[in-house]
């Protein structure tokens, strides 16, 4: 585990962090939205621009060849990292979003009525609107795997729901309301059995603990930068090769083409044949540096570290009482959703805001979930490894005061 030293040393490497709210101490619990970014990270922005700036791809000068070397090293870098095959198998796209769009648009040349795509209760809506559009399209039918109370899924339900007739599986690694990590492995391969194909949404996963494709055995595998202390802007989509190739391509432009002529345009190899378009060049080698910086502190260890964090919180909120707790499953990362009895979401987030605390409220994006559990929304903390169990202290005192103005 992280000891309180190296976060204090780590906590250096993010400026924002001394950033003072109504003269407090900024405390930043809204991970899940998007964390900060280290010094690390925005030196090789900078040095892009300083000294690459050019597109990538075709160039037949100096500048050019360098961008696109240090572009297509990330591409293989992230192969590595996540355990893909080969960097065929790594696209990169804008985020997790236009990830999950991608493959739903893509697929549904293999779709047909009657078709059964299956996703989960806990889903944002990214991981839920595009497959709502892609049944509009097809004819297929969208089917919902229910929850229990403590917020994880129904395996006997999924065993039941899942057929013949089941063609996409697509879940959420771990829920970015409840913190879930569910059990992707198992569920693949059940999904595999009945021939359906399977995308994992890992926006919250792959910051927090080490994700292996071999391991999980998913036909898609999707996350973004900037949930990963990468910039805004960039996101991977993973896909097995013969996967990739049955994707009808997702924009028509450069890039993604061998040839055009009026009458017919040819396709490009993947993985260009998904990316059309100049890429986002900068925020691409700013991943590279984030998935390092994390690498090097260990995702075990910030795993332990989290959990850490995550306990503490939650034995502090139950000492408090008069806080109920949004999901308790037995498996969970480092996301705390909670309501203070008899206060709006909204203004005990107004309140909190007030002690330098960035805590977020509303449904997050998962207005399915808050209807499951019949709640407007939910306060939720969520938590990184520059985070300390003293900055949980003052969480708790503006709960205090909030219960005190409240009730």
């Known amino acids: ?169 697509s879940l959420a690694h771990i829920s970015n309301v409840l913190g879930t990590i569910n059990p992707v492995e198992e569920l693949c391969r059940l999904a595999h059995e009945k021939g359906a194909f399977v995308l994992v949404d890992g926006a919250q996963a792959l910051p927090h603990q080490k994700v292996d494709m071999q391991q999980i055995d998913c036909d898609f595998y999707v996350f973004s930068g900037h949930k990963a202390y990468a910039p805004l802007g960039v996101g991977i989509l993973y896909g097995k090769k013969d996967a990739l190739e049955l994707l009808a391509p997702w924009q028509g432009g450069g890039e993604m083409i061998q040839e055009v002529h009026f009458d017919k345009s040819t396709y490009n190899e993947l993985p260009f044949r998904q990316e059309a378009g100049t890429p986002n060049i900068e925020a691409v080698l700013g991943l590279e540096s984030a998935l390092k910086y994390i690498n090097n502190l260990g995702l075990e260890n910030i795993a332990t570290y989290e ?25 969970k990362a480092s996301v705390l959703s909670f309501l203070i009895e008899g206060v709006h979401p909204f203004d ?6 007030r002690f330098g605390v960035a805590v977020r409220t509303g449904h997050h994006c998962a207005q399915p979930l808050m209807d499951y559990y019949q709640i407007p929304g939910t306060i939720r903390a969520s938590f990184a490894f520059y985070n300390k169990k003293e900055e949980i202290d003052v969480l708790v005192q503006a709960i205090e005061k909030v219960q005190q103005m409240f009730l």
């Open 348 to 353: 005990a987030g107004t309140i909190i805001d």
């Open 1 to 169: 585990m992280l000891s309180e030293n190296q976060i204090n040393e780590i906590r250096k490497d993010f400026p924002i962090l001394k950033t003072k709210v109504y003269d407090k101490p900024l405390i930043y619990f809204d991970n899940g939205a998007t964390t900060q970014k280290p010094l690390q990270v925005i030196d090789r922005i900078r040095d892009y621009y300083l000294h690459e700036n050019a597109n990538i791809h075709r160039g037949a000068h100096y500048l050019s060849h360098q961008a696109t070397e240090s572009f297509e090293g990330v591409r293989a870098f992230v192969a590595r990292t996540i355990h893909a095959q080969s960097k065929e198998e790594i696209i990169f796209t804008k985020g997790t979003t236009e990830s999950i769009n991608m493959v739903a648009s893509g697929i549904i040349g293999q779709l047909k009525p009657g078709d059964e795509i299956l996703i989960t209760t806990m889903e944002h809506h990214a991981n839920i609107v595009p497959w709502q559009m892609a049944c509009e399209k097809t004819g297929a039918i969208l089917k919902v795997v229910p929850l229990n109370e403590r917020g994880e899924l129904d395996i006997e339900a999924f065993k039941a729901l899942l057929n013949q007739r089941t063609k996409i599986l």
């Open 307 to 331: 959990n850490h964090l995550l306990e503490y919180a939650t034995e502090a909120f139950k000492k408090v009482g008069g806080i109920r707790i949004i999901g308790e499953a037995k498996r």
